[in-house]
T-cell receptor, first 113, second 116 residues
């Protein structure tokens, strides 16, 4: 069964600290993996996208890694800011003739001053 | 380019009433998606259109939910009659597709539905 599991479910950190969010998937065949940021009351916005051959991708203070062998990805946030408080959703796409996307439940990040 | 537009942003109805949501995708995007997002969960795909044809509606509760995409542009999602468990945010997304970025979706702000 195609699944995307994210951990932790929620996380509280102090402003300026770093954090790492995890995503494990069982989706096959793999096409690409994306991390989205979803602010409260808004739709998700794409942060990074990685295909099978890419193992790291950065977008400012956000760095995503992908290990296609172990089917794991992480999103590292450096020097967190209050505006980083949001849900971070891992999304894995599978191309089986009919293209499908499987969403994780998200990690809710709270950055405190 | 303009983003995905949705309306209304908020809607409160009583159970057994009907409600409709509207979505205008990014110009040129052939694929349109409707998702249901319950509080604390990731989005769940309800229906996917390619132009004006349905690609995937396997998780759409067809006894009460319906969607259409006339002329392959705007789309409406309807719930009739609504149940308490339909309270959620309804997200619309669109994508152009192609190559490694195939399937990258751009989301609208969502419609928050409360059924009382």
């Amino acid at each position: 069964k195609n699944q995307v599991e994210q951990s932790p479910q929620s996380l509280i950190i102090l402003e300026g600290k770093n954090c790492t969010l995890q995503c494990n998937y069982t989706v096959s065949p793999f096409s690409n993996l994306r991390w989205y940021k979803q602010d409260t009351g808004r739709g998700p916005v794409s942060l990074t996208i990685m295909t099978f051959s890419e193992n790291t991708k950065s977008n400012g203070r956000y760095t995503a890694t992908l290990d296609a062998d172990t089917k794991q990805s992480s999103l590292h946030i450096t020097a967190s800011q209050l505006s980083d408080s949001a849900s971070y959703i891992c999304v894995v796409s599978s191309d089986t003739g009919g293209f499908k996307t499987i969403f994780g439940a998200g990690t809710r990040l709270f950055v405190k001053a | 380019e303009a983003g995905v537009a949705q309306s209304p942003r908020y809607k409160i109805i009583e159970k057994r009433q009907s409600v409709a949501f509207w979505c205008n995708p990014i110009s040129g995007h052939a694929t349109l998606y409707w998702y249901q997002q319950i509080l604390g969960q990731g989005p769940k795909l309800l229906i996917q259109f390619q132009n004006n044809g349905v690609v995937d509606d396997s998780q759409l509760p067809k006894d009460r939910f319906s969607a259409e995409r006339l002329k392959g542009v705007d789309s409406t999602l309807k719930i009739q009659p609504a149940k308490l468990e339909d309270s959620a945010v309804y997200l619309c997304a669109s994508s152009r597709g192609g190559g490694a970025r195939r399937g990258e979706q751009y989301f609208g702000p969502g419609t928050r539905l409360t059924v009382t």
